[in-house]
């Protein structure tokens, strides 16, 4: 039957390639510059989701204008346009819009495998096997594979890798979305998940005896990791360079190292795991106990077992808050403690009752004053009638104050006119991606076409690091940027302000 797989692939592409309620603690140190910690808050069994800037949890910076449904877990978050998606307990996708305060929830078509890589685009798998991407526009993407889809796996890029299984073999293909033709394929034996860290530079494979790996440029495979019991969970470090994996029954960590393509260390723990969640900043890595309420702290960096923490292990809770402690689900509150010695230092008082979830972002920050100037058109609108100025001002979004010339000073003549800075672009960007290296940056917008050109690829530094941002515009309206990103044929969103 691996066999047949193979000549599937064959046929398909080629392969080229502290105790109160909570307070805030004085921090020690300046706070960043960079994007804000924000911990997201809503009633377990749906209702207002409220918003708060870590560590100060009792202070509240947005509200939802609209309830939220009982949430099951968050997909991703999507930092450009402040989406985040989620999956509620009925199974359904859905987006939390945090500019707008509007939810949105996908009652059709009926998915599993839900799955995001950035919080915008939402992956799913149909009953017949097709593949399903949801786009914040409302626009759906259904791709027929050759043969019924087990799992989609979304990278960072872009682009999404497809698992199907036949009889004892399975089939991997890659492909770029929009387009629908397979560019690179792998046969494998049969896979029982596919996971990929979140630069999503390599994918790996649970197989029979162990892990298989390969890039996901090109899907090149990578020596094949024998394991003499079945994997049962896997968590990659941000930065995709360690693996680490817990097999059935035993109770010792491994670490396998991507670049030696082998097992680097194993950590002694001091019982059977059963689950696995890593830090978003890749300082800590949570272990989830097989027996009873209770979870073990790894540090990442050295390795070492931190201790013992009691919390009950939700799809939500327990995870590392961004100043590297543990929040944990204790009874009936939420407890935070210490990221090294793990005391307690505050408690939410009847938290658990709700669900949370962290993440970083700056779009709570008041708004630079420039970006809602209006849009002049002064080249392409003659100047108005000073008896129709405050009529048109409203229709023509420009400024209806209109300031009386200054008395002139006998020695005006003689001096220059004052230099204006120029003007501050202004309007709606359509923003196809951004990214961290900037050749994949110009690999996305070689693949894209507005008006017969290419996106442009822009570089801004964001929180110490350089971003790559594919877009265009800006446009003078929204509905223009939106008609512009629908013709690309590409995923897309809109962005207020200049570039």
Same mark, same amino acid.
């Not at 039957?1 to 692939?9: D, E, G, N, S, T």
């Not at 105790?19 to 140190?29: G, Y």
């Not at 560590?55 to 509200?63: E, H, K, Q, T, Y």
């Not at 029954?249 to 001091?270: F, K, N, Q």
């Given at each position: 039957?691996?066999?047949?797989? &193979?000549?599937?692939?064959a &046929?398909?592409g080629?392969s080229?390639?502290r105790?109160?309620?909570?307070?805030?603690?004085?921090?020690?140190?300046p706070?960043?510059?960079?994007?804000?910690?924000?911990?997201?808050?809503?009633?377990?069994d749906?209702?207002?989701?409220t918003a708060?800037?870590?560590?100060?949890?009792?202070?509240?910076?947005?509200?939802?204008?609209?309830?939220?449904?009982a949430?099951?877990? *968050?997909?991703?978050?999507?930092?450009?346009?402040?989406?985040?998606?989620? *999956?509620?307990r009925?199974?359904?996708?859905?987006?939390?819009d945090?500019?707008?305060?509007?939810i949105?929830?996908?009652?059709?078509?009926?998915l599993?495998?839900?799955?995001?890589?950035?919080?915008a685009?939402?992956?799913?798998?149909?009953?017949?096997?097709?593949?399903?991407?949801?786009a914040?526009t409302?626009? #759906?993407?259904?791709?027929?594979?050759?043969?019924?889809a087990?799992?989609?796996?979304?990278l960072?890029?872009?682009?999404?890798?497809?698992?199907a299984?036949?009889?004892?073999?399975s089939?991997?293909?890659?492909?770029?979305?929009p387009e629908?033709?397979?560019?690179?394929?792998?046969?494998?034996?049969?896979?029982?998940?596919?996971?990929?860290?979140?630069?999503?530079d390599?994918v790996?494979f *649970?197989?029979?005896?162990g892990?298989?790996?390969?890039?996901?440029?090109?899907?090149? =495979?990578?020596?094949?990791?024998?394991?003499?019991?079945?994997?049962?969970?896997?968590?990659?470090?941000?930065?995709?360079?360690?693996v680490?994996?817990?097999?059935e029954?035993?109770?010792?960590?491994?670490?396998?190292?991507?670049?030696?393509?082998?097992?680097?260390?194993?950590?002694?723990?001091?019982g059977?795991?059963?689950d696995l969640?890593?830090?978003?900043m890749?300082?800590s890595?949570?272990?989830r106990?097989?027996?009873?309420?209770?979870?073990?702290?790894?540090?990442v960096?050295?390795?070492?077992?931190?201790g013992?923490?009691?919390?009950?292990?939700?799809?939500?809770?327990?995870?590392?808050?961004?100043d590297?402690?543990?929040?944990?689900?204790?009874?009936?509150?939420?407890?935070?403690?210490?990221?090294?010695s793990?005391a #307690?230092?505050?408690?939410v008082?009847?938290?658990?009752?709700?669900f949370?979830?962290?993440?970083?972002?700056?779009?709570?920050?008041p708004?630079?004053?420039e970006?809602?100037? %209006?849009v002049?058109?002064?080249?392409?609108?003659?100047?108005p &009638?000073?008896?129709d100025?405050?009529a048109?001002?409203t229709?023509l979004?420009i400024?209806s104050?209109?300031?009386?010339?200054?008395?002139?000073?006998?020695?005006?003549?003689?001096?220059? =006119?004052?230099? #204006?800075?120029?003007a501050?672009?202004s309007?709606?960007? *359509?923003?196809?991606?951004t990214?961290l290296?900037?050749?994949?940056?110009?690999?996305?917008?070689a693949?894209?076409?507005?008006d017969?050109?290419?996106?442009?690829?822009v570089?801004? =530094?964001?929180?110490?690091?350089?971003?790559?941002r594919?877009m265009?515009? =800006?446009?003078?309206?929204?509905?223009?940027?939106?008609?512009?990103?629908?013709?690309?044929?590409?995923?897309?969103v809109?962005?207020?302000?200049a %570039?």
């Open positions: 039957m691996l066999l047949a797989v &193979a000549l599937v692939l &046929a398909c080629p080229d390639r105790d109160s309620p909570a307070t805030q603690r004085a921090p020690s140190t706070p960043p510059r960079g994007p804000e910690p924000v911990v997201l808050r809503v009633a377990r749906g209702g207002t989701a708060s800037i870590y560590p100060a949890l009792d202070s509240i910076v947005w509200r939802s204008a609209s309830p939220v449904p949430l099951e877990r *968050v997909l991703g978050f999507d930092r450009e346009a402040g989406l985040l998606a989620f *999956v509620d009925r199974g359904r996708p859905g987006r939390i945090l500019r707008l305060g509007r949105t929830t996908l009652a059709k078509p009926e599993t495998g839900l799955t995001s890589a950035d919080g685009n939402i992956y799913g798998i149909a009953a017949n096997g097709d593949v399903v991407r949801l914040p409302g626009d #759906q993407w259904t791709w027929t594979p050759p043969l019924p087990r799992q989609a796996v979304p960072a890029d872009g682009w999404l890798v497809v698992i299984n036949a009889g004892t073999g089939g991997v293909w890659r492909l770029r979305p629908k033709s397979i560019v690179d394929s792998l046969a494998l034996p049969r896979v029982t998940r596919g996971v990929t860290s979140s630069i999503g390599r790996y *649970v197989v029979p005896g892990l298989a790996g390969a890039r996901s440029r090109g899907l090149q =495979p990578v020596p094949r990791l024998a394991l003499d019991r079945p994997p049962q969970a896997l968590a990659i470090t941000p930065s995709g360079d360690r680490f994996v817990v097999t029954g035993e109770t010792e960590l491994l670490v396998v190292d991507r670049y030696d393509e082998g097992i680097s260390a194993r950590i002694a723990l001091p059977v795991p059963r969640r890593m830090d978003p890749g300082r890595l949570l272990v106990a097989a027996g009873g309420d209770s979870a073990w702290v790894v540090a960096g050295t390795g070492t077992v931190l013992t923490v009691r919390t009950a292990w939700r799809s939500d809770l327990p995870f590392v808050a961004p590297g402690g543990v929040a944990l689900a204790r009874d009936k509150d939420v407890v935070f403690t210490d990221g090294e793990l #307690q230092e505050r408690l008082a009847g938290g658990a009752a709700d949370w979830y962290g993440f970083l972002w700056d779009g709570f920050r708004r630079a004053g970006l809602d100037d %209006p002049h058109f002064r080249d392409v609108l003659p100047p &009638a000073m008896e100025s405050l048109d001002s229709r979004g400024d104050t209109v300031a009386p010339p200054p008395s002139p000073r006998p020695d005006s003549a003689a001096r220059p =006119p004052a230099a #204006q800075p120029p501050r672009p309007g709606y960007i *359509v923003s196809f991606a990214l290296s900037e050749a994949s940056a110009r690999e996305r917008a693949g894209i076409r507005v017969g050109q290419p996106p442009r690829v570089a801004s =530094p964001r929180a110490g690091t350089m971003i790559y594919v265009v515009g =800006p446009f003078p309206t929204r509905e223009e940027a939106e008609r512009v990103g629908r013709a690309s044929g590409a995923s897309f809109i962005v207020e302000g %570039p």
